[in-house]
């Protein structure tokens, strides 16, 4: 109840004093990107639970010559990586800690077609809500295997508590204004999980 209160008047504190600088990020989506202005996804929240997870888009809706989406490599602008540099594009997401379908501190809401790929150990991660950030984040963001990221999120689940929330806050501050762990090799943010085999190789 604690962290839920909290996340409610922190979420919508940053919602009321940033939503000049919000617009401004919008109209530059508008303008640079087009519509939609958001990305919407379904993502798995508490117990698996699915959610529309809201971020302000990052890419083009670029197709090959058979009407194909180009990769997500090619379609992500200039722009859209300077979002993505300092996590502006997840600046909507607060909307989602205020309707209580993430916390501003969790494991980071993966796909849904992640679900039954995962261990007893790994699907633990859906024991609390997901997250804005999170001990993974903070640990390297994408630029870590996924074995580690999981073992990050378990700790995460098994010990967070109000201080660790905080610590992890202030260390997601430090990361973002350094803008460390964007990218993992030559993929946009993290290769698509795909079970175990892909878990052990990172």
Known sequence: MIKRVFDFITASAL????????????????????????FKQQRPGLHGKPFYVYKFRTMTDERGAEGE???????????????????????????????GDIS????????????PLYTDEQAKRHLVRPGLTGWAQVNGRNNVSWEDRFSYDVWYV?????WIDLKIVMMTIKKVVHSEGISNGKHVTMPLFEGKATNKEG
Do not use: C
Request: glycine letters at 4%; a positive charge.
């Open 15 to 38: 919602l009321l004093v940033l939503s000049p600088f919000i617009a401004i990020i919008a109209i530059l989506v508008r303008t640079k990107l087009g519509t939609p202005i958001l």
């Open 69 to 99: 989406l180009l990769s997500d490599f090619l379609r992500l602008t200039d722009f859209g990586k300077w979002l993505r540099k300092f996590s502006l594009d997840e600046l909507p997401q607060l909307i989602n800690i205020i309707k």
């Open 104 to 115: 501003l501190v969790g494991p980071r809401p993966l796909l849904m077609e992640y679900l």
């Open 158 to 162: 098994e010990h967070h508590n109000l």
